[in-house]
């Protein structure tokens, strides 16, 4: 058997978290020091500190500068026309034949994103609401109740795949098809490596994974169009869309889709992680959500602020521009250390609390401006089903003491790797 045909989802997933690790160094704690010592840094932060791999690939530039204030980040993630993302293109995009919204700058990004964003706003997803809770509740909780033990990310690897694809349009009859998808979507992520012997293994791996994703997403792309349908899955809508006047034809609908699955339910697996161990270290808190049940949104809120999974985004300049006294050239590479933005004492009080209570502010943890994450609300609906149902179904949940506690981690990509709990 293949080194491919080996991968299953854990082993991917964790093919990821490897490649995003990097080093292992308090980056908060560097984030603050910059902060407050020199906001905008010359130089690359992430390949001086971190050594994990970026969107724009090992070939590219380093950042030009690195920028650490809330303020410095909020105004080059909104504009879009002085800081653009084409690059990726180049990058990570290299995996999706280079169209991948990410990559997509102006007129483009926003014809693609109007196409797309219908699928993932509230007032389709709170369609579906019922039926992601019924699946959490009924498919994956109620088995393990009686176990009275387990390790919650086995549960978080799995639901938030199953819920985002069955949005996007493929078959539910199929749950282990959307496991073999997710494989291959993660297959892809991991063939971004900084280290050429790395590379050498995860590369051809990735090109296999691109090319099975392909042909699975088109089979049912294909079927459905033969079928007919008036659906409000994202396959759906893109067969009956119209863009520039013209309908898409499958290899567009197939390649729009495939460039969506990488962030088709892992980001969510990592996003809940970092929720929950904050969560589950606090047993006062955990009770205070169980009686009132309004402050789960809150808990979410706060969570992806303190520990967002994506630490930074990179931008590249369209013209000279002047960053904190330093003239970053046209085509220089701009980093975005949105970790440090969340953290900013300038706009959060006792920034490094987790404090559900605190005012909402804008933070980074879903983006900022024309890119910001087009499945927010789905993983915020996702996340507050998983912790309602976990709070009715698990009485008194806490850490395992006999386990290893859980542990935040990663210079990009971040999330803890378990998360054993006990319940009576």
Request: glycine share 8%; net charge negative.
């Amino acid at each position: 058997m293949s080194q491919f045909e080996q991968l299953d989802i854990v082993a991917a997933y964790h093919a990821v978290s490897d490649t995003y690790l990097g080093t292992d160094v308090d980056i908060h704690a560097l984030c603050r020091q910059y902060r407050h010592n020199e906001p905008v840094m010359k130089g690359d932060f992430v390949d001086t500190y971190l050594k994990v791999p970026t969107n724009a690939g090992a070939k590219a530039a380093k950042a030009t500068v690195t920028v650490f204030k809330h303020k410095d980040i909020m105004a080059i993630m909104r504009d879009a026309e002085t800081y653009t993302n084409g690059f990726i293109a180049e990058g990570l995009g290299a995996f999706f034949d280079g169209l991948i919204i990410l990559a997509m700058d102006g007129e483009q990004h926003r014809r693609t994103r109007a196409l797309l964003q219908p699928v993932f706003m509230p007032e389709t997803v709170n369609k579906w609401r019922p039926e992601i809770d019924r699946v959490i509740r009924e498919d994956y909780l109620q088995p393990m109740v009686a176990d009275k033990q387990a390790n919650l990310m086995d549960f978080a690897l799995d639901f938030p795949i199953r819920v985002m694809y069955a949005l996007m349009g493929f078959p539910t009859s199929d749950t282990e098809k959307y496991k073999t998808y997710a494989t291959w979507a993660l297959a892809m992520v991991a063939g971004n490596q900084i280290d050429p012997e790395k590379a050498k293994i995860y590369g051809p791996l990735a090109g296999q994974a691109a090319k099975h994703l392909y042909d699975g997403i088109k089979e049912v792309v294909v079927a459905r169009r033969a079928q007919g349908t008036q659906e409000t899955d994202l396959i759906s809508r893109l067969i009956n869309a119209e863009a520039e006047g013209r309908s898409l034809d499958d290899h567009e609908i197939t390649t729009f889709v495939r460039s969506l699955t990488p962030a088709a339910g892992e980001t969510t697996t990592r996003t809940f992680s970092c929720i929950m161990t904050n969560l589950m270290q606090r047993p006062e808190l955990v009770e205070r959500i169980r009686n009132d049940r309004s402050l789960i949104g809150k808990l979410i809120d706060e969570g992806i602020r303190h520990e967002p999974i994506s630490t930074f985004k990179v931008r590249q300049t369209s013209k000279e521009v002047e960053i904190g006294g330093i003239i970053v050239p046209k085509g220089g590479m701009v980093q975005c250390m949105t970790i440090s933005g969340n953290r900013d004492e300038d706009v959060f009080e006792n920034p490094d609390e987790f404090d559900i209570d605190r005012k909402v502010k804008p933070s980074f943890g879903f983006g900022f401006g024309p890119h910001m994450c087009i499945g927010q609300f789905v993983a915020k609906v996702e996340l507050n089903c998983a912790i309602n149902a976990m709070l009715d179904l698990f009485p008194n949940m806490r850490l395992d003491p006999s386990k290893p506690a859980p542990r935040i981690s990663g210079g990009q990509l971040r999330g803890t790797r378990d998360i054993h709990v006990l319940w009576d």
